[in-house]
């Protein structure tokens, strides 16, 4: 069924303490990036590209950053826009209150646009945990706002943002964290709470939330049809138009505990109803898999990272599925061509088209991570590239969060060191030749 190509890190954990994991090995393609190139800075570098052929890169650090901003924990691209997370920064002498900062691409560079801010900010909200982007609506996470957890929704384009609504739960509780994730399209936002209790049974829930009359309020709040406790439902949330892949990574599979499943939710009717469930086809305990997703067209793509691979344990897969139009079928593994133990492969993915980006953010003293990039022709996935930031340390990781559509990938560096700041953050853009693979989501050329 598949096709081999090539215990859950919680967020909350990984906010306040340190790691010790490896670092996947060298992979095909690699580009290194000489320099920073700091926001306010017109400048890119010609590298070879996720396609191997001749691209740009650049990268990008906020200047004026500070310790532990973590700029680019979370990142979103739609078109010539990008949207990128910093839960960590100060503002107005509000420690972690966060901002979320958008990029826009002109002439081949990206330069920042706007910084955005809640209006009703408080210390420790962690603004900019999650961020998605559709259409000139901006959703960005704050899970720790209130103790429940809420979503700001911005709109607007270029240089000019404006805060439309706070998006709360009607029946949102302490430690529920709404928008630890979040995911937009057809100006609709769905927001992960996956500590949530739904009918009595604390096993996650996801919030739709739309405008009627320009006024933005909720209008459901939905769990899967075989809810299980701590099963963390919707703690990865992506969409394209009106259909959403949900995670729940810690979901009990066939006595598995751990093992982690995917949602597949149909909302063309106003209302989100179950489609599908995913779980790979050879799960285990602790794969976590579902601890990230995405979904273009009818493909959708479930990271594993703690999935055993020959023997190596977390290296990470990435599984495939497809719809018919009636039923989904798993039709790919998707495993690094460089994998080892403790790699994380598919801690973070995205897909677009026929192109695919995956996060393994593994490090040690020599390395902080990879991004590799995959291509579909005739059905068949292969690795193209993979990437690395070719100017970090062991502590970086490069990888984190990732963000793909059509010729522009966007990749998270959030424990970057930036001018002896720990944990600044440092976010890449990559783009191809309009002529080639990656400039049309892979397509073969």
């Not at 998006?167 to 630890?180: N, Y």
């Not at 794969?287 to 990271?303: C, E, H, K, P, Q």
């Not at 977390?314 to 018919?324: C, I, K, R, T």
């Not at 959030?414 to 397509?443: E, W």
């Amino acid at each position: 069924m598949s096709q081999r190509v090539g215990f859950r890190r919680s967020r909350l954990f990984v906010h306040f303490s340190a790691f010790s994991l490896g670092v996947a090995a060298v992979g095909a393609a690699r580009a290194e990036l000489p320099s920073i190139v700091h926001a306010d800075a017109a400048v890119t570098s010609p590298v070879p590209g996720l396609d191997g052929s001749l691209g740009t890169r650049q990268k990008v650090v906020i200047d004026g950053g500070a310790q532990e901003d973590y700029f680019g924990w979370a990142v979103a691209i739609d078109g010539d826009t990008a949207l990128v997370g910093a839960y960590g920064v100060t503002v107005s002498g509000r420690e972690q209150q966060g901002s979320a900062y958008v990029f826009t691409k002109a002439d081949g560079l990206w330069t920042l646009a706007a910084t955005l801010v809640a209006n009703d900010g408080r210390p420790f909200d962690i603004f900019g945990d999650a961020v998605a982007l559709s259409g000139g609506v901006a959703a960005i996470g704050a899970y720790q706002a209130g103790n429940r957890g809420t979503v700001y929704v911005f709109t607007g384009s270029g240089t000019h943002w404006t805060q439309k609504a706070r998006l709360d739960a009607d029946d949102g509780a302490t430690g529920d964290c709404l928008g630890w994730s979040v995911a937009v399209a057809n100006q609709t936002v769905l927001a992960g709470a996956p500590f949530a209790f739904f009918d009595g049974v604390q096993h996650g829930a996801v919030y739709a939330f739309a405008p009627t009359g320009g006024v933005w309020g909720q209008r459901q709040k939905f769990t899967s049809d075989d809810p299980g406790v701590g099963d963390f439902f919707g703690n990865a949330i992506a969409m394209d138009g009106t259909t959403a892949v949900i995670g729940a990574d810690s979901k009990e599979v066939g006595g598995n505990v751990v093992q982690g499943a995917a949602y597949v939710f149909d909302g063309a009717g106003g209302t989100w109803v179950q489609q599908a469930k995913l779980t790979s086809d050879d799960g285990v305990a602790y794969d976590n898999f579902g601890r990230s997703v995405a979904i273009s067209g009818s493909t959708v793509l479930v990271g594993t990272p703690y999935a055993t691979v020959d023997g190596n344990a977390f290296e990470g897969a990435v599984y495939a599925f497809d719809s018919d139009g009636t039923s989904w079928q798993q039709t790919a593994k998707l495993v690094a061509s460089d994998g080892r133990s403790e790699g994380y492969f598919g801690w973070s993915v995205a897909v677009s088209g026929d192109g695919a980006l995956v996060g393994a953010n593994a490090f040690n003293d020599n390395a902080p991570g990879e991004a590799y990039a995959f291509a579909r022709s005739a059905g068949t996935w292969s690795e193209t590239a993979a990437l690395t930031s070719g100017d970090g340390n062991g502590v970086d990781f490069f990888g984190w969060s990732v963000a793909l559509s059509g010729a522009n990938a966007a990749i998270g560096e959030p424990f970057a060191y930036i001018d002896g700041n720990y944990a600044q953050g440092a976010v890449y853009f990559y783009d191809a030749p309009s002529d080639r693979i990656f400039a049309d989501g892979f397509d073969t050329p």
